[in-house]
């Protein structure tokens, strides 16, 4: 019995140990676990930051700019005497053609040739009145004179009847004439802005009129741009994909507003000018019921006054001739009134060589701008009826850039043009000047544009401002402003771990020296073969614990 309770107590020792070894594996097992997972899990909550290498090297500078594109040198097309417009024969935003014809005037007459043409018939009316009352002696006895008058008169009543029917049927031709013109203009208008509001129902404006879109195409395209470069950032998981969002909604906010803005305009002019044409139609209609009358020539009838005339100037010479007491006066009132039909025969002659034609003409190849006037419309000697875009000139495109940016840029200069995805147009830097706004500390750059292009486009330029070498670059994409607008970059520095290196993020601030389209040169507290974070999954602040991206 002692034996065996002794062999008992000498057993339990060792089992009580096997026990405990056992229980310190199965935690040292399960803690080891533990803390596998823990750094997992940890892990897959970090930011997942892309890092590139800090280099050196060469870096071609530049800066980017959007400009509209103007015409280099304009000129005003003006008339040079009265006239009314009869037919308006180019539109805004056609090209045209040196010698082109712009306008047509209303009848072949300037101001000057009616009133010659006025004198004229006043002297002949002056004489025939003379050559009708002028008593003689022998009035009474001569049957001729008083026959011949008579049929003068008659002669006169006809012709002044013929001018007056051809001087109704003329206004009545005219006016039918500028009506339809106008009904003409009016529904060339009316296919114009039916088709830019199906453009902008389409989005889609390369069939739109160029005189009535404005600036849509532009904010179309600012907002296209700031869509593309929203999917870009999105894409690549840029942490600052949400600002590029609000751009793009911002964008796109301006350009709805701007088409239902527009849109509403263009009906309005729509109905405006759907009431017009049917006013016309009512005028014209008019016309039709009231024709023009009838009558005989009025050149022949002139014809029969003057030999009626020449009749009864033959008729008092004879008498004249039998009273030598009054012969030498009235002989000199009648040459008075000859000579004075005379000078206005010359006078008109003269306004005939000196009339223009009746087209109104280009002086220059180019592209028509503002018309300021319209069909049936008086103009006077001067004014001002249309601008023309020389496209012989060129064109130009004006941006403005920081001062210090724009100290680098250099005349002559080959600029890229972005957006010229046919490489159909060139342009080059021709001048550098201040900005007229007061206070400003901008620059004005100005290109010379050639090739194929349109005024009103919107060119994205990229102008070159030389190369150097720099001992750190680094991607664009690198580089952050914080709420002070001081620069800086987020540098991976790992630190050793029982369980291997920790990557954290270390603001550096830093100064851009130069850009490029993708790199800038910065100086700072970093060096070549540094790494700097250039895209993460989520937000990243100083300090914070990173993991780094698998390549």
Do not use: H
Not at 114 to 140: F, V
Not at 229 to 240: F, G, K, Q, R, T
Not at 272 to 286: C, P
């Amino acid at each position: 019995m002692t034996d065996a309770k002794s062999e008992k107590e000498n057993r339990d020792p060792a089992k009580k140990r096997s026990i405990i070894r056992g229980v310190v594996i199965v935690f040292l097992v399960i803690l080891l676990i533990l803390t596998f997972f823990s750094n997992t899990i940890m892990n897959k909550s970090l930011a997942q930051v892309t890092t590139s290498a800090v280099t050196s090297g060469k870096l071609t500078e530049r800066i980017r700019g959007n400009g509209t594109v103007e015409p280099q040198q304009s000129y005003e097309v003006t008339v040079s005497e009265s006239a009314t417009i009869d037919t308006i024969m180019v539109k805004k935003g056609q090209e045209i053609k040196k010698g082109d014809i712009l306008f047509t005037l209303v009848g072949s007459t300037s101001d000057e040739i009616t009133k010659a043409n006025d004198s004229l018939r006043q002297a002949n009316l002056d004489y025939q009145e003379y050559l009708l009352n002028e008593k003689q002696e022998s009035d009474t006895q001569n049957d001729k004179i008083k026959k011949a008058r008579e049929s003068l008169n008659e002669a006169i009543e006809k012709r002044d009847e013929a001018i007056a029917n051809e001087s109704y049927n003329n206004e009545l031709k005219n006016a039918k004439a500028n009506a339809q013109s106008a009904k003409t203009y009016q529904s060339a208008i009316k296919e114009k802005l039916n088709t830019t509001i199906l453009a902008i129902d389409m989005d889609d404006y390369s069939e739109a009129a160029p005189e009535y879109i404005g600036d849509i195409i532009l904010l179309k395209g600012k907002y296209d741009d700031a869509a593309r470069i929203y999917e870009i950032a999105l894409e690549s998981a840029s942490e600052d994909a949400d600002a590029k969002q609000a751009a793009m909604d911002e964008a796109k906010t301006a350009y709805e507003n701007a088409k239902a803005a527009l849109k509403e305009s263009l009906l309005s002019q729509l109905s405006e000018v759907d009431s017009e044409i049917e006013r016309l139609d009512s005028e014209l209609a008019s016309y039709e019921e009231n024709p023009a009358v009838g009558g005989e020539s009025i050149s022949e009838l002139e014809k029969s006054v003057q030999t009626k005339q020449k009749e009864l100037e033959e008729a008092i010479q004879d008498a004249n001739d039998k009273n030598e007491s009054n012969k030498t006066v009235n002989d000199l009132k009648l040459e008075g009134y000859k000579a004075a039909i005379e000078k206005a025969e010359k006078e008109l002659d003269e306004a005939k060589k000196n009339a223009n034609s009746n087209d109104i003409v280009s002086k220059y190849n180019g592209i028509v701008g503002d018309i300021s006037t319209k069909t049936g419309s008086k103009v006077n000697e001067g004014d001002t009826v249309m601008s023309i875009d020389i496209t012989d000139e060129g064109y130009l495109v004006k941006i403005k850039v920081e001062g210090e940016k724009a100290k680098k840029a250099q005349k002559g200069a080959e600029v890229d043009i972005l957006n010229n995805f046919n490489n159909d147009i060139q342009a080059e830097l021709t001048n550098i000047k201040n900005d007229t706004v007061a206070g400003s500390k901008n620059m004005i750059l100005e290109f010379n544009v050639t090739g194929n292009v349109d005024v009103g486009a919107s060119l994205e330029l990229s102008i070159p401002c030389g190369s150097g070498n720099y001992d750190t670059v680094v991607p664009k994409s690198a580089v952050y402003e914080d709420n002070k607008g001081n620069k800086f970059v987020l540098v991976t520095k790992s630190k050793s771990s029982p369980l291997g290196n920790r990557y954290y993020a270390e603001k550096v601030e830093v100064e851009v020296v130069a850009s490029d389209e993708t790199s800038r040169a910065v100086r700072g507290g970093i060096s070549a073969g540094d790494y700097v974070i250039t895209a993460a999954s989520k937000p990243v602040s100083p300090k914070d614990q990173v993991r780094m991206k698998d390549n």
